[in-house]
C-alpha cells in the first residue's frame, strides 16, 4: 500500500481489503472473482485498484487463449509467465535461455528493445493429472 501511497493515492478500506485479498494470492485471479470474494467493494474500485498495482509492477496482465485478462502477483523482477490453457492456473519463470534469445533478437531487431513479455501456454501439471482445480 505504501507504494500507492507514495504516488499521491489514498489507502482506502476497499483497497486495502484488495490489496489483503491479493496477498494471499499463490496462483492467477480475475476481477471477478476478487468482487466474488468482496461483494462489498465495488467493481470500478476492483478494477482501479488492479489497474493502479498494475502501473507500479506490482500485478501482470495476461490474456488467456480466449482472450479474457487474468492477473498475477509479479513476486520477482523480471519474469515471465505460464497460463493452463484448462484451468487459467498461472505460473511465473525466469529463464536466462529466453534471455540470451532476446539479446540474439535484439541484434537483428533495427533500434532498441525496451522491454518483452512472454507468455507459454501450456497445460498444467494439475490439468495434466486430472486434478480439480
Do not use: Q
Not at 11 to 22: D, F, G, H, K, V
Amino acid at each position: 500500500m505504501a507504494v500507492l501511497e507514495d504516488r499521491g493515492y489514498r489507502s482506502t478500506a476497499p483497497r486495502r481489503a484488495i490489496i489483503e485479498i491479493l496477498d494471499g494470492k499463490l496462483d492467477g485471479f480475475t476481477a471477478e472473482e476478487i468482487g466474488n470474494e468482496l461483494p462489498w467493494v465495488g467493481r470500478a474500485t476492483i478494477f482501479r485498484t488492479i489497474k493502479l498495482l498494475r502501473e507500479v509492477g506490482i500485478v501482470c496482465r495476461l490474456n488467456l487463449v480466449d482472450g479474457s485478462p487474468r492477473y498475477s502477483l509479479s513476486r520477482v523482477e523480471h519474469h515471465h509467465h505460464t497460463v493452463c490453457v484448462m484451468c487459467g492456473n498461472v505460473g511465473e519463470f525466469r529463464a536466462a535461455t529466453m534471455e540470451r534469445l532476446m539479446r540474439i533478437i535484439g541484434n537483428e531487431i533495427p533500434g532498441d528493445i525496451v522491454g518483452h513479455r512472454i507468455e507459454l501456454y501450456v497445460t498444467c501439471e494439475r490439468c495434466v493429472a486430472g486434478e480439480e482445480n
